[in-house]
């Protein structure tokens, strides 16, 4: 167990915190750099930076097969951070918990799945403001399969339909994917209840957790869903590396994905017969230091405090709010009350790149583009939008100067 | 072709204008402000693209914002002239740039401009780079592409 030992929760002091980021701690075009892309990837911090380098010099060796010390130690380093992932998200085992590249990956492997499972007569529900990695793997899927793949439709608010949801969700849903926080719109969905029905309806459910880890505390027993699946990066890990959580029962016989070293059980060129989980899933030798690296990056979120991490999240959302309520030209897209602090907007006659390139100019990083969610773009009636997107370490001040620098592009395009 | 050679000709961006001007005009320049509305201005000056060209064939892929690009090869002169659109500010005005590095030569001359040392000497690699989404690149590939082919 290398669980951290639970703090008081109390108020981040973010300038200290944001010492513990080298990146963030730089200038960008003469300007100091203003972080606001976190839903894209994160910054990672000094401990998780020591870890993997620690691993490199000290530890590093393949896992699950040296009959030596090192190979002891890699093993003991890759496993000890599986069961930090495993208490991350409050499973039940580490058989439930599997390495795969990232969150687009573990939809693949989940998807994967289902192929000699679902016919004609299935469907698969998923949300019409799912990310890409949430919608082509279902399509595919059912292009393959003959099943139909239903889209629960999203309110002008940018939140989940839930009279759609309700007329959609029968006794022939198969399988029910959803996001639970949206990477565009950062509206939080009442995952808990609409996993509930889904399960009640007979159907396997699957939460795309990428945009909720980062922001909020994730437990798999209390979601009740089959799978769900995370990306390292974004929770301020290394690239390269995620997770898919599946309940045991399943995850046994689920089908594998990948064939080759490490997930089998006997070779023979009669046949082959293959571990269990999480091990039939983890073909070839894995991203050992990455995990390393995931688990020292969830020891430093407990350190900090979920509790801490969310009001100080709190305190830069009302900061947003306060700029958004009176900021002639602009358009928040996403406007529920229930949300992680992202604001995606669009700023009137002015294209998102070109927001993008002169907010850069000033030392603000965000994203501009369809952000994966074409269909999403589609719903809004815009070709993109651009997004600022934050995480605990940004301050107020930090709001402050994207808004300014928006005021300035407005200006500066007046001429 | 529907559109007719003087929605082609009628422009400075190439003729009148050169690239020396605007290099000449970026220096005067001391930040980012004026940079960028100095290449805002430029690309007012792109000459009006005809509706009925904006089709899938003439749609540079690759951009954030939308990019079409027809051209036109004078069979009197052999010059080669472009028309260029876009729906974002900065790469209509980075679009003049490359449309003033390009316009109005033969296939043979725009082949031997060294774009890449241009958008350097204006400090806007980052806009040319392979790494960006804005898809200048693959306007500049599409008008190379286009010379090739006509000088051949």
């Not at chain 1, 399969?145 to 949801?165: C, N, P, R, Y």
């Not at chain 1, 996993?195 to 795309?208: H, Q, S, W």
């Not at chain 1, 009001?311 to 309520?325: D, H, S, Y």
């Not at chain 2, 000497?121 to 592409?145: C, E, F, K």
């Amino acid at each position: 167990m290398n669980q951290a030992a639970p703090r008081t929760p109390q108020a981040l002091d973010i300038e200290q915190v944001r010492r513990d980021f080298p990146a963030l701690n730089q200038s960008v075009n003469g300007k100091p750099l203003v972080y606001l892309d976190n839903a894209a990837s994160a910054q990672k911090p000094q401990a998780v930076l020591d870890a993997m380098d620690q691993y490199y010099r000290e530890s590093h060796s393949n896992v699950h097969r040296g009959a030596h010390t090192l190979g002891d130690r890699a093993t003991m380093a890759f496993e000890g951070a599986r069961d930090t992932v495993r208490g991350f998200l409050n499973a039940n085992s580490i058989s439930e918990i599997v390495w795969v590249r990232g969150a687009t990956e573990g939809i693949n492997l989940i998807a994967n799945g289902f192929y000699d499972r679902l016919g004609p007569e299935d469907e698969i529900l998923i949300s019409h403001m799912e990310h890409h990695a949430n919608i082509v793997p279902w399509q595919m899927l059912a292009q393959k399969t003959g099943a139909t793949l239903k889209v629960i439709a999203v309110t002008d608010e940018g939140e989940l339909d839930q009279d759609s949801f309700r007329e959609q969700l029968s006794e022939r849903t198969a399988v029910f994917a959803i996001t639970q926080v949206s990477n565009t719109l950062g509206t939080i969905n009442p995952v808990t209840e609409m996993v509930a029905a889904a399960k009640e309806a007979g159907a396997f459910t699957v939460v795309d957790g990428a945009q909720a880890v980062p922001h909020m505390s994730v437990d798999v027993q209390a979601l009740g869903c089959d799978f769900l699946v995370f990306s390292s990066h974004k929770v301020f890990g290394p690239t390269g590396i995620g997770v898919v959580y599946g309940r045991e029962e399943l995850m046994h016989e689920w089908p594998v994905y990948q064939t080759g070293g490490e997930m089998i059980h006997r070779v023979s060129f009669e046949g082959t017969s293959f571990q269990n989980s999480p091990y039939r899933f983890e073909a070839g030798t894995p991203a050992i230091a990455e995990a390393v690296g995931l688990g020292e990056a969830i020891r430093y979120l407990d350190g900090l405090g979920r509790d801490a991490i969310e009001a100080a999240e709190k305190t830069l959302q009302q900061r947003v709010n306060e700029w958004t309520a009176d900021f002639p030209g602009l358009h928040p897209i996403g406007t529920s009350s229930n949300k992680v602090p992202v604001l995606s907007f669009t700023l009137d006659g002015l294209h998102p790149s070109d927001v993008g390139t002169l907010l850069d100019q000033q030392g603000v990083a965000i994203r501009t583009g369809h952000h994966c969610t074409m269909p999403l773009m589609e719903r809004f009636g815009v070709p993109g939008t651009a997004r600022a997107s934050f995480a605990f370490y940004n301050t107020v001040e930090e709001v402050d100067t994207f808004f300014q620098g928006l005021q300035k592009i407005q200006r500066l395009f007046a001429e | 072709m529907t559109t007719s050679t003087d929605a082609f000709t009628n422009t400075q961006l190439g003729t009148e204008l050169t690239i020396d001007e605007i290099r000449d005009g970026f220096e005067l320049l001391d930040d980012w402000e004026e940079r960028y509305a100095y290449i805002i201005d430029l690309g007012k000056k792109l000459p009006p693209f005809p509706d009925e060209e904006r089709r899938e064939e003439n749609y540079v892929h690759g951009c954030q914002s939308q990019v079409w690009l027809i051209h036109h090869l004078d069979p009197d002169t052999s010059r080669l002239y472009l028309l260029i659109d876009s729906d974002a500010m900065i790469v209509r005005g980075l679009a003049a740039i490359i449309m003033t590095a390009f316009n109005a030569r033969t296939p043979d001359e725009l082949l031997k401009v060294d774009i890449e040392s241009i958008f350097q000497d204006l400090d806007l690699m980052r806009h040319i780079s392979p790494t960006r989404g804005n898809g200048l690149r693959a306007m500049v590939g599409r008008i190379q592409n286009i010379a090739q082919a006509e000088a051949a």
